[in-house]
């Protein structure tokens, strides 16, 4: 079955630069999909097939995929920010879709 | 903007069946593909089955075969997902989500979640 491994918790200071990487076995030829999930809310898309943002979302987040990492980078980390992040694949065959375990941001 | 609306958080013993309802409102059930996603408390997301765009039928994530069904009624707009042989560990929020209009395949809209305990 087709794994996603997220690390469990991201650290780090307002305004500096957040990364969340999303690993799986060549996932650079997959669409990954980036959801942000407050407590007690439902997930939002913040990042689409990869590198495509939603309205509303700021700039300050961007995508990237290739190899075995798909990278979700968020620049000038605010409070606002903070949240369990989540990647997400196709895998296909019998995975169908597939979640990574998720990412606990921290704003310091 | 497609809303999806959820039935209330239930309760249910070991072994009993759960019906959860997922009304789409701003948009028609015949033109989305709809999932289901749950989430165990203090867990990450999982997906539970949903739309297969490759042959056009519900698909269900293997571990749930043989105990989920996942219905639509199009004239009400409501979609349905039925768990049965309910364990503990079933325990979760179950949500209902519609992928976007975009033809990305994202998962764009999502109902509020529907609390299902298990407990004896």
């Known amino acids: 079955s087709y794994v996603l491994t997220q690390p469990p918790s991201v650290s780090v200071a307002p305004g500096k630069t957040a990364r969340i990487t999303c690993g799986g076995n060549?996932?650079?030829?997959?669409?990954v999909h980036w959801y942000r999930q407050k407590p007690g809310q439902a997930p939002v898309v913040v990042i689409f097939?990869?590198?495509d943002r939603p309205s509303g979302i700021p700039e300050r987040l961007s995508g990237s995929n290739s190899g075995n990492t798909a990278t979700l980078t968020i620049n000038s980390v605010e409070a606002g920010d903070e949240a369990d992040y989540y990647c997400?694949?196709?895998?296909?065959?019998?995975?169908?879709?597939?979640f990574g375990g998720g990412t606990k941001l921290t704003v310091l | 903007q497609v809303q999806l609306v959820q039935s209330g958080a239930e309760v249910k013993k070991p072994g009993a069946s759960v019906k959860v309802s997922c009304r789409v409102s701003e948009y028609s059930l015949s033109q989305l593909s709809m999932h289901w996603v749950r989430q165990a408390p203090g867990k990450g997301l999982e997906w539970v089955g949903g739309y297969d765009l490759e042959s056009g039928n519900t698909v269900y994530a293997q571990k749930f075969q043989g105990r989920v069904t996942m219905t639509e009624d199009t004239p009400t707009d409501t979609a349905h997902m039925e768990v049965s042989s309910l364990r503990p560990e079933d325990t979760a929020v179950y949500y209902c989500v519609a992928e976007g209009t975009r033809g990305t395949r994202e998962f764009d809209y999502w109902g509020q979640g529907t609390l299902v305990t298990v407990s004896s």
């Open positions: 097939y990869d590198t």
């Open positions: 060549n996932i650079g030829s997959k669409s």
């Open positions: 997400q694949v196709w895998a296909g065959g019998s995975d169908h879709w597939v």
